[in-house]
């Protein structure tokens, strides 16, 4: 860990940080089925992962331990969180832990509120999946029913919920290169068919239903995943050591790293570099909570990953698409915790349209810096944003020097000069764009308010302004001559090859609307409209289509 990072003693900080920890921890490496291939490290990760927890010196509520479990022990465990630890609910910080064979399945056609995007469902395999059990046959436990069971856990207990899963789903188990030759895969192909009824009487009890795409341990606002690899990757476990390729290297980082210091975010970023044979995901609600606790500040947008590559420069992970011009200034920080204080500042050298490369200012010499760390915006150069308020002393308090000259904010002497118009009445603040290219397209003012004293949010509406008309007004590098944008109006257009039972499909009509540049378009409330791009060159494109909208100063998708 860098000198320069926050210096504390590890025990005592996670202690005063991280809530008391309620876990269930499961390892599978024995498959009773002869179909399906045993594991040698699932076990073993499950042993060191409960032996990190117990080690943390917070206080331990339980620890579910579960070895080659079988899918009634899996079950029963989710219903012991549940329903046996009620004087910890919202205090408790709810680990589940898995380790062992993942599977995919087709989706049973009944399960209409449970969408996916291949038609397939993910599932997490027991120890008995293949067995016969009666007259049928031990399933997988489906992402559906993990999804139904955290969001009654979080109903139940909370939602500081983190679920982490050292298993792969592909349906196919493929080894497409030398690296991943030498690893085990711990996933299995063709897995018992889910049955239409498998674990109704879980799946109906979820009031929140669960609909939408889905993922194993389908996210709500219930629960952070923790995932080994990609949807389409391989989970894999080392055959020379026994252990798996995720779990190793998400444990090396949590004994090294003070937990207290980390995010989701910052923790995924860490595995991204240690794990180059898959690709770590994490996602949720709560990605930017600190590790294992949503109690106190974690992260937030502002702070931009930065590493140092190997030249021994800082590449920051943001560029022109994002606001970055040459001769910005950013604060770093080893963490991207809200409040850790400031360990150095970097200047903008050269930007392109996704990353910018970075020079230290301070500390000199810059090798004490950590070779990952995050970098806030605290000097834009060049883009600027031109205000004007009547009430001219509130105006200069709200907006002192040094947040002005930080910010890329000007201030001028008449509303037809600037770009946004400040106005303050009767306590509040609202907001009246003034830019040439917006002001024939909106209302007087932006629909939103402030409070004439909330400094903060004031600049933060004036800032992000900034933003919006540094990308509605800055040129557009490496077009495409051949590649073409047509918007037409659409009509249902008859053809022979439809029944007449059918909808006729809908075909563009009449002129390009985009002929002109730029092209002003009356929109029929009547009509539907459908844009085409026509490529005609070599390269695959992949077309990002944004709503510039001047009412609210907002960028969408």
């Known amino acids: 860990m860098s000198s320069l990072a926050p210096h504390f003693e590890r025990t005592t900080v996670f202690r005063q940080m991280t809530p008391p920890i309620l876990s269930m921890v499961i390892g599978n490496d024995k498959y009773l089925s002869d179909k399906y291939t045993n594991l040698n490290g699932a076990v073993a990760d499950a042993n060191h992962f409960e032996s990190y927890l117990r080690g943390l010196g917070t206080t331990i509520i339980d620890i579910i331990s579960l070895r080659n479990a079988s899918r009634w022990d899996i079950l029963n465990g989710f219903r012991s969180l549940q329903n046996n630890y009620p004087n910890w609910k919202e205090d408790a910080a709810i680990i589940v832990f898995y380790a062992g064979h993942g599977a995919r399945t087709a989706k049973p056609k009944e399960w209409v509120d449970w969408e996916t995007s291949t038609g397939e469902v993910e599932m997490l395999c027991p120890s008995d999946i293949g067995m016969l059990d009666g007259p049928s046959v031990v399933e997988g436990i489906y992402d559906r029913t993990i999804s139904a069971l955290l969001n009654q856990l979080a109903a139940a207990m909370g939602p500081n919920i983190t679920l982490i899963m050292d298993c792969c789903c592909s349906g196919g188990i493929t080894r497409g290169d030398s690296d991943s030759d030498i690893y085990v895969p711990r996933g299995i192909e063709d897995p018992p068919p889910a049955s239409p009824k498998s674990d109704q009487d879980i799946f109906s009890s979820d009031s929140r239903g669960a609909a939408a795409d889905g993922s194993l341990g389908k996210l709500y606002q219930s629960h952070v995943l923790l995932a080994a690899c990609g949807q389409e990757e391989n989970a894999y476990e080392d055959p020379k050591t026994n252990r798996g390729y995720f779990t190793t290297h998400l444990l090396s980082i949590l004994e090294d790293v003070d937990a207290g210091s980390l995010t989701y975010t910052s923790l995924v970023h860490k595995l991204s570099l240690a794990t180059k044979l898959q ?103 060049g883009s600027q944003i031109k205000v004007y308020c009547r009430k001219r002393r509130w105006l200069e308090f709200t907006f002192p020097p040094q947040v002005r000259n930080e910010s890329g904010i000007l201030v001028v002497d008449d509303p037809w000069s600037c770009d946004l118009e400040l106005v ?134």
């Open 279 to 381: 690709t770590p995901r994490c996602e949720g609600h709560g990605v930017t909570w600190r590790l294992f606790n949503n109690h106190l500040s974690g992260s937030d947008w502002s702070f931009i990953l930065t590493r140092r590559d190997d030249r021994n420069m800082f590449i920051l992970d943001a560029g022109i698409a994002q606001g970055i011009t040459v001769g910005s200034r950013l604060s770093a920080h080893s963490t991207n915790i809200i409040g850790f204080k400031s360990e150095g500042e970097f200047e903008v050298k050269s930007v392109t349209m996704l990353s910018s490369t970075l020079e230290v200012i301070s500390p000199q010499p810059p090798v004490q810096l950590p070779d990952l760390l995050y970098s806030r915006l605290v000097y834009t150069s």
């Open 424 to 557: 303050v009445s009767h306590g509040k603040v609202s907001f009246r764009p003034r830019h040439e290219l917006v002001t024939p397209h909106l209302e007087k003012k932006v629909r939103y308010e402030v409070d004439v004293n909330d400094s903060d949010t004031v600049r933060n509406v004036v800032c992000s302004s900034r933003v919006f008309y540094y990308h509605l007004t800055r040129p557009v590098l490496g077009e495409f001559p051949h590649a073409r944008i047509e918007l037409k109006e659409l009509d249902y257009v008859a053809s022979a090859e439809v029944a007449a039972t059918e909808e006729p499909p809908l075909m563009p009509t009449g002129d390009n609307l985009l002929r002109n540049e730029p092209a002003t378009i009356v929109v029929d409330e009547e009509a539907v409209y459908g844009m085409t791009i026509a490529n005609q060159s070599d390269y695959r494109l992949y077309p990002f289509v944004f709503y510039f909208d001047p009412t609210k100063l907002t960028i969408g998708e």
